[in-house]
Structure formats: structure tokens, C-alpha cells
């Protein structure tokens, strides 16, 4: 996996908040589309689809080589990295740390370990699938998504392709985390359109004063219910950007909650912090400007087997591993929010991620693939 994991992470594949798709991503979906192309001429496996869309999703589906049923397993990962850190010109560069190969660069710009790790380690699956004639196992799908770092990984995913029972998502931090549940992300971004007038003759001219409106809407939700007071699979409201134009003013909003009925009652707060508003500034239009679900906790929808699957795996390799709750999304979450099922999110040995201090771990990548490898082999005889 070293060779394979150094190429994909010398592409340039970051995501753009403001374009639909990098041609990057795009060179680094084409690569993975000829290794898996590769693979299958070499094992001269029959029946297996590999598809890129316009969209620059990849999609590769094996099918059962068992006669029994059992569910169908889907593994996704993501083709870009991260724009939030200097990338362009990425040389890997293969180093030792605590007795373990990794690959880092010169500081100077990201690695892309998040996500070529979980890449490479679902190609490297693709491979031993193929060539291994022996290995057991069900109908597989694999997805290698654009755009994951800017929260559009699930906007164009084909569900007629990829729709699994079980859900892996290879994109995990460190060496030994899975992830059980996640943040449901909610975003709620409210204008203000305000009238104006001279405030000697406001209460005549009926001002509409849009930045006091706003002020207002911000003041209304308890400091309690803040990200700085809120830790564990405690939720959050945030109004974390106001913004001027004119008259008007826009506030977005997070709104983060691990529990359902937090959920409702942060739905119940926003409901009511427009109504005080509508209340005392009744010379101010409040208008919704947005209001959706951009990830969803995975635990509401994971396959109930999931956990359990993970944990037999690890013990026949004698690894580790820690179930954790994620104060964040991953691939698998925007695919939830998208009415798809959700799954875990597994560990890639990925390292100090979204900056220039990256590594990958590659004796936990092997760990991962050694992993998942079980796995597949235990859904197979799933009933």
C-alpha cells in the first residue's frame, strides 16, 4: 500500500467551496478507475461494474461469490483533501516515527491523509478481493465520493448504484477509533430585511432596524446552549456569522445535537427566538433563507450488527479498537442525511489532519485493511 498511497497523495485533489468539482478530484478519481481497471484484468474477475459518473463519483460493485444471501456491504471514502490547508505541490516523503513507517511532508503543505489513506486501503481491499479466489463474500460496493471536505460528499450520490445494508466509511483519524455516532448537523440561516428611516421620525416612518433585529435573534438562545459550554454528545446552537448588506442583515446558524429530542428542542428555540423577534421588531420582515439537515448522526440508521462485526474482526487480529462518538460529520453522515442508511466510520492511521503537520501511519492502514478484511469475510455469512 506504501507505493500506492504516495501516488494518490502527489495528486493534487483539493476540494473548492465554490466549485461543484475540482479538476484535481477528478485526476485522482481517473486513478483510482485504472487501478481497479488494473485489478480486474489482472484476476480476470467477471461481473464487476467500475463506473465514473459526471459527477466524479466512482462506483465499483463485485458481486457474490457465495450462493447463500447476505447482505450487501458498501465501503466509501472520499477523493479529496482538505482546502482549509496549504496544498497545491504535495511531495510525500516516506520517514519513521515511533518504529513505524509513515509519509509526511516538508511542512511546507498538507499530506492528504484524510482521506488517500481510506483510498488507498479500499483499493488495496478491491485487489485481495480479486485475486483472491478463496475469500468468501457477499455482494460488495465500494464509493469514492468528491467534495467530502466541503460537506457535499452524498449531493450527487447515485442510490440505484450504491445503496448497502452495512456501511463502512474509511476516512477514520488515528490507529485504533471507530466511530458509533456523530453530530446531526443542522444549518439555519435567517435574513433580516429592515426599512430604513431618520431615527429623529423612526416611530412615524416605522424604522425597521434589520441590525438590532438580528442583535436580537443572536441574544435569544442561553449561553448554555453555546459550543463553548457544550462537550460529549452534548448539541450546540451557534449563530456563528452576521452579516450587513444595506438595510438587511443575515445571520447562519449551527445547530449540532447527538439526541433527537434535543434536536426538537433546539427546532422549538430557533422557533421561538423568531417569533420574540417578529414580536419586538415588527417593522422587520423575517425571512428563513435556508434550513437543512447537511449531515445526520449514522447511529439512528446503522446496521444494529455493525458494532459487533467491528469487534469479532478485531479480536482475530488482536487489534484494539475504541468506539467513540464524533462531535463532527463524515461521509457516511451526508449520506444519512440523504435518506440512505448510515454506518461506521473506521480508523485510516491519518494523523494531525487538515494541516501541514499530516502523516499517514502505514502499519495502521494495514491494521485497517486487515480489519475490514474480516469484516467483509463475517457479513458474508450474515443471514
Known amino acids: 500500500m506504501l507505493e500506492t498511497f504516495v ?57 457474490s ?87 457535499r460528499a452524498a449531493d450527487a450520490i447515485d442510490s440505484g448504484i450504491f445503496s448497502p445494508d452495512i456501511l463502512f466509511d474509511l476516512d477514520g483519524p488515528e490507529g485504533n477509533v471507530v466511530t458509533k455516532s456523530n453530530f446531526t448537523a443542522r444549518g439555519f440561516n435567517v435574513r433580516f430585511i429592515g426599512r430604513d428611516a431618520h431615527p429623529g421620525d423612526a416611530k412615524a416612518q416605522k424604522l425597521g432596524d434589520a441590525t438590532a433585529a438580528a442583535a436580537a435573534f443572536i441574544s435569544y438562545f442561553p449561553v448554555e446552549s453555546r459550543p463553548e459550554n457544550s462537550e460529549g454528545t452534548q448539541g450546540y446552537i451557534h449563530p456563528w456569522s ?55 448522526n449514522v447511529a439512528y440508521t446503522i446496521h444494529p ?3 459487533s462485526l467491528v469487534e469479532n474482526a478485531a479480536a482475530k487480529i488482536g487489534k484494539n479498537v475504541i468506539f467513540a462518538d464524533e462531535r463532527g460529520g463524515t461521509t457516511a453522515s451526508m449520506f444519512a442525511a440523504k435518506g440512505l442508511k448510515g454506518g461506521m466510520c473506521v480508523f485510516t492511521g491519518q494523523h494531525a489532519i487538515h494541516s501541514t503537520r499530516e502523516y499517514a501511519d502505514l502499519a495502521e ?16 455469512i450474515l443471514k
Open 7 to 63: 501516488r494518490y497523495a502527489s495528486i493534487d485533489s483539493q476540494s473548492d467551496y465554490d466549485s461543484v468539482c475540482t479538476q484535481g478530484q477528478r485526476n485522482m478519481a481517473l486513478a483510482l478507475k485504472a487501478d481497479v481497471e488494473d485489478a480486474v484484468a489482472r484476476s480476470r474477475a467477471t461481473g464487476v461494474r467500475v463506473e465514473l459518473s459526471d459527477a466524479n463519483y466512482l462506483y465499483v460493485t463485485i458481486p
Open 65 to 151: 461469490n457465495i450462493k447463500t444471501a447476505c447482505p450487501t456491504m458498501g465501503v466509501s471514502c472520499h477523493l479529496d483533501v482538505t482546502p482549509e490547508a496549504v496544498g497545491g505541490n504535495i511531495r510525500p516523503i516516506v520517514d519513521t516515527l515511533n518504529g513505524h513507517t509513515i509519509v509526511r511532508t516538508d511542512g511546507s503543505t498538507l499530506l492528504g491523509a484524510d482521506d488517500k489513506c481510506g483510498c488507498t486501503i479500499a483499493i488495496q481491499l478491491i485487489r485481495t478481493i480479486l485475486s483472491d479466489r478463496s475469500l468468501r463474500h457477499g455482494p460488495l460496493q465500494f464509493a469514492f465520493c468528491p467534495n467530502e471536505d466541503v460537506g
Open 242 to 296: 452576521l452579516e450587513k448588506e444595506g438595510a438587511n442583515a443575515t445571520v447562519q446558524t449551527r445547530v449540532r445535537y447527538f439526541d433527537k429530542s434535543e434536536g426538537d428542542l433546539f427546532d422549538r428555540m430557533l422557533s421561538g427566538a423568531i417569533a420574540d423577534v417578529e414580536r419586538k421588531f415588527p417593522n422587520v420582515k423575517v425571512e428563513i433563507v435556508y434550513d437543512d439537515l447537511q449531515y445526520e
Open 305 to 307: 450488527q455493525a458494532q
Open 365 to 380: 492502514m494495514e491494521d485497517a485493511y486487515r480489519l475490514m478484511l474480516e469484516v467483509i469475510k463475517s457479513v458474508a
